[in-house]
C-alpha cells in the first residue's frame, strides 16, 4: 500500500479558496481593461493652442499632445488677439496697445509649429488693430480701433484692400459670418454692434445692444449674433434677418468674449470678474451653466479668452491674473489641465498643425 502524505493532499478549503482567488483576479484584471478601454475611447488632444500675453510682448506656443509651453515668441508690443488661418500653417497677431508706448499699427504673421516670425504688416495710419480674422488663405480682416475702421489686409502683399467705416467709438471686437457675407463689430462706447455687407463694405445698420459692447460672435449658420454688454451684466442677441435684439439675457460677472462651439449648439462666454465661463444654449436661448476654473494659483481667478476645441467638447481659457491657459471639458464641467504662459494673457486660439 502506498500511503500519500497528508501535506501533498489539497484540502477542500483550500481548494476552494484557490479558485475564489482565480475568479477575483480575472474580474480585477476585466476591470482593468473594460478602464483602460474607456481612456483609450477618449482620444487624447493633439495641435497647438496659441496665447497672446498683452504685458509680456509675446505669444506662447502650447503642445496639446504634451500640455507644454514650448516656446514664448516675442512680438512688436501689446498685442491682444490671435487667429489661426484656415490651413493651420500661420497665425496672425495684432500688436494693439503697448504699455508706456502707446497704441501700435502692426499685425505679426507667425509659422506653425515653429512659432518663426515670418513678416511684421505695417497698417501706416490704421492704429490700434484689436480683432482679427482670416477671411481666406491670403487675407484678414481686423479692427483698428483709433480709426473707427475695419480693414481688409492683405497678408501676402501688406496691402489694405478695404476700409469698413463704424463712425462708432471704440470698435474692438468683430465677427465674419461663416458665408462670408456678413461683417459685424462690436463697439464699446456707442454699446452697440456695426453690421456690415462684407462684399460690398456698406454699413447696413447700428443695432443698439448694451452699456460697454464688448464681446461679439455670430452662430455657424449665421441665424444670431450675440454680444456681451459688460457694464450692465447683459448678453444681448441680434436676429440677423430683421438686424433687432430680440431677447437680453441677464449674465453677471463681466462678459467679455463669446465664441461658439463649431456644431453651434453652445455659445461660450468668459465672465471677468465671475472666475468662470458661461454656457449658453444657442437654441433655446438661455444659459446652460456656468464652469467654474479649477488648477488655478489664484482664489478669484480672471477668465479672459476662449476658443473651443473642433471636438465640441472641450475649450481652451486664458486666466489674466493666473498667467495660464486652461483646458475645460465642457460637458462634465472639469478643468483638466493648466499651462502656464507668460503675463495677462489674453486672446487664444488653435491650430490642428502638430509640434
Not at 314 to 325: E, I, Q
Request: overall charge neutral; charged content about 20%.
Amino acid at each position: 500500500m502506498t500511503v500519500k502524505s497528508v501535506a501533498s493532499v489539497p484540502s477542500v478549503a483550500y481548494r476552494d479558496a484557490m479558485r475564489i482567488a482565480a475568479i477575483t483576479l480575472t474580474a480585477i484584471v476585466a476591470a482593468a481593461v473594460i478602464t483602460l478601454g474607456a481612456r483609450q475611447a477618449s482620444p487624447a488632444l493633439t495641435g497647438t493652442v496659441v496665447v497672446v500675453n498683452q504685458q509680456s510682448d509675446s505669444v506662447t506656443l502650447i503642445d496639446l499632445k504634451t500640455m507644454e509651453a514650448y516656446k514664448h515668441v516675442p512680438v512688436v508690443g501689446g498685442p491682444h488677439e490671435a487667429a489661426a488661418s484656415p490651413d493651420g500653417r500661420r497665425v496672425i497677431v495684432t500688436n494693439y496697445n503697448k504699455a508706456g508706448v502707446g497704441q501700435q499699427k502692426t499685425l505679426s504673421l507667425l509659422a506653425l509649429p515653429s512659432g518663426d516670425v515670418l513678416k511684421t504688416i505695417d497698417l501706416g495710419e490704421y492704429r490700434a488693430p484689436h480683432d482679427v480674422r482670416w477671411v481666406d488663405g491670403s487675407r484678414v480682416v481686423v479692427t483698428s480701433e483709433a480709426n473707427q475702421a475695419l480693414l481688409l489686409v492683405n497678408v501676402e502683399s501688406g496691402a489694405i484692400e478695404r476700409v469698413f467705416r463704424t463712425e462708432a467709438g471704440v470698435s474692438h471686437m468683430l465677427a465674419l459670418s461663416t458665408d462670408r457675407t456678413r461683417l459685424y463689430c462690436s463697439n464699446m462706447r456707442d454699446g452697440s454692434v456695426s453690421a456690415f455687407d462684407f462684399q460690398s463694405g456698406k454699413k447696413i445698420k447700428d443695432v443698439k445692444t448694451g452699456a460697454e459692447c464688448e464681446g461679439v460672435g455670430v452662430t455657424p449658420d449665421g441665424r444670431w449674433v450675440w454680444a456681451g454688454n459688460r457694464a450692465e451684466d447683459t448678453i444681448s442677441i441680434i436676429d440677423t434677418q430683421s438686424l433687432e435684439v430680440v431677447k437680453r439675457l441677464p449674465s453677471p460677472g463681466f462678459p467679455y468674449r463669446v465664441q461658439f462651439t463649431p456644431n453651434g449648439r453652445f455659445a461660450l462666454v468668459p465672465h471677468a470678474n465671475a472666475s468662470s465661463l458661461v454656457m449658453a444654449d444657442v437654441a433655446t436661448q438661455t444659459i446652460a451653466k456656468s464652469i467654474p476654473l479649477g488648477m488655478t494659483k489664484v482664489d478669484k481667478p480672471s477668465t479672459a479668452g476662449v476658443f473651443p476645441h473642433p471636438d465640441n467638447r472641450h475649450a481652451f481659457v486664458t486666466v489674466r491674473n493666473d498667467n495660464s491657459m486652461l483646458v475645460l471639458d465642457l460637458e462634465s464641467g472639469r478643468t483638466l489641465a493648466r499651462v502656464e504662459v507668460q503675463n495677462s494673457p489674453d486672446g487664444v486660439t488653435y491650430s490642428p498643425t502638430q509640434r
